[in-house]
């Protein structure tokens, strides 16, 4: 199971529905979070439609900005408990005893009004006692390492950042790949990277999910990168590259003696596992050798 937590900047932009598809195909993620959909209830559904998922939870776009939306599968048992312009609050398996909470979060965009959303968060986190994920863009850094480009960010402005991380309980997941997720560029050729999407747990989390992975992944078409949550801590599959013979290694004369023992050998096993295994090691001893 894994999670999917993207600003995706208006799924209005049809490329920016059919990265959607992409990245969901690619991932198979069993919950999607999605902030600034600017998106009316009928594209929604057409998009829960095209990545093929059952359940859809969305709160309204404020005129043509805004809008977040949670999508799930029916392979797992979520229950929303609350929204509002800037957070979905969810428990899955609620009233079990394997149950935990997420929370997909979308920080206030208006720097004077950012203290809404930490109101918000601290309120979130005096109504239950369940491990607990929090995840989404809170458009801020607690740290000038996270920002690079533009204006120096504003200490006290942090600051609240990290207050409310503190009194939350939160510890930040950490990342794999890019170390900023939002970028703007300007006309003039100026730059600015920041960490503004992040994901956050609390204690019981950890103790639950020890091993939880977060991979910042690229996007073509928002200026936010979508992240991809694996709460069981699973690697990211690789994908197995076949074996190939080598030529060369029969130019050593202890490689070839080892080949045709193998096949010339009446063993019970597979042969050609055998001569596999038998070469594989060859070719190590000779790029050693070498």
């Given at each position: 199971m894994?999670?999917?937590?993207?600003?995706?900047?208006?799924?209005?932009?049809?490329?920016?529905?059919?990265?959607?598809?992409?990245?969901?195909?690619?991932?198979?993620?069993?919950?999607?979070?999605?902030?600034?959909?600017?998106?009316?209830?009928?594209?929604?559904?057409?998009?829960?439609?095209?990545?093929?998922?059952?359940?859809?939870?969305?709160?309204?776009?404020?005129?043509?900005?805004?809008?977040?939306?949670?999508?799930?599968?029916?392979?797992?048992?979520?229950?929303?408990?609350?929204?509002?312009?800037?957070?979905?609050?969810?428990?899955?398996?609620?009233?079990?005893?394997?149950?935990?909470?997420f929370t997909g979060f979308y920080g206030e965009p208006v720097t004077h009004k950012r203290f809404e959303s930490w109101d918000m968060l601290r309120q979130l986190n005096n109504r239950f006692h369940l491990p607990w994920l929090c995840a989404g863009d809170f458009n801020e850094i607690v740290s000038s390492t996270e920002k690079l480009g533009g204006n120096n960010r504003s200490h006290s402005q942090m600051q609240l950042f990290r207050d409310v991380i503190d009194e939350c309980g939160f510890i930040d997941l950490g990342y794999d790949g890019s170390p900023c997720t939002w970028q703007k560029h300007f006309v003039d050729g100026h730059s600015i990277w920041e960490r503004l999407d992040r994901g956050m747990a609390n204690n019981e989390w950890f103790l639950k999910f020890a091993g939880t992975k977060i991979y910042h992944l690229s996007s073509n078409n928002s200026d936010h990168c979508p992240l991809w949550i694996i709460p069981d801590g699973l690697e990211v599959p690789q994908i197995t590259k076949p074996f190939r013979f080598e030529e060369m290694w029969l130019a050593d004369r202890g490689c070839t003696e080892i080949v045709e023992a193998v096949w010339a050998s009446h063993e019970e096993a597979e042969p050609t596992v055998k001569v596999t295994r038998k070469i594989k090691k060859c070719g190590k001893e000779l790029h050693a050798w070498n």
């Amino acid at each position: 199971m894994s999670i999917i937590v993207w600003n995706c900047r208006g799924l209005g932009n049809l490329r920016t529905g059919k990265e959607l598809e992409v990245v969901t195909r690619e991932k198979d993620p069993s919950v999607v979070f999605l902030a600034e959909t600017w998106a009316d209830e009928a594209r929604l559904k057409e998009i829960k439609h095209n990545i093929s998922f059952e359940n859809l939870f969305f709160v309204d776009r404020n005129n043509r900005g805004g809008g977040l939306a949670m999508y799930w599968r029916n392979s797992i048992d979520v229950t929303v408990e609350s929204f509002s312009k800037n957070h979905i609050d969810a428990i899955v398996n609620k009233g079990k005893e394997d149950a935990w909470r997420f929370t997909g979060f979308y920080g206030e965009p208006v720097t004077h009004k950012r203290f809404e959303s930490w109101d918000m968060l601290r309120q979130l986190n005096n109504r239950f006692h369940l491990p607990w994920l929090c995840a989404g863009d809170f458009n801020e850094i607690v740290s000038s390492t996270e920002k690079l480009g533009g204006n120096n960010r504003s200490h006290s402005q942090m600051q609240l950042f990290r207050d409310v991380i503190d009194e939350c309980g939160f510890i930040d997941l950490g990342y794999d790949g890019s170390p900023c997720t939002w970028q703007k560029h300007f006309v003039d050729g100026h730059s600015i990277w920041e960490r503004l999407d992040r994901g956050m747990a609390n204690n019981e989390w950890f103790l639950k999910f020890a091993g939880t992975k977060i991979y910042h992944l690229s996007s073509n078409n928002s200026d936010h990168c979508p992240l991809w949550i694996i709460p069981d801590g699973l690697e990211v599959p690789q994908i197995t590259k076949p074996f190939r013979f080598e030529e060369m290694w029969l130019a050593d004369r202890g490689c070839t003696e080892i080949v045709e023992a193998v096949w010339a050998s009446h063993e019970e096993a597979e042969p050609t596992v055998k001569v596999t295994r038998k070469i594989k090691k060859c070719g190590k001893e000779l790029h050693a050798w070498n």
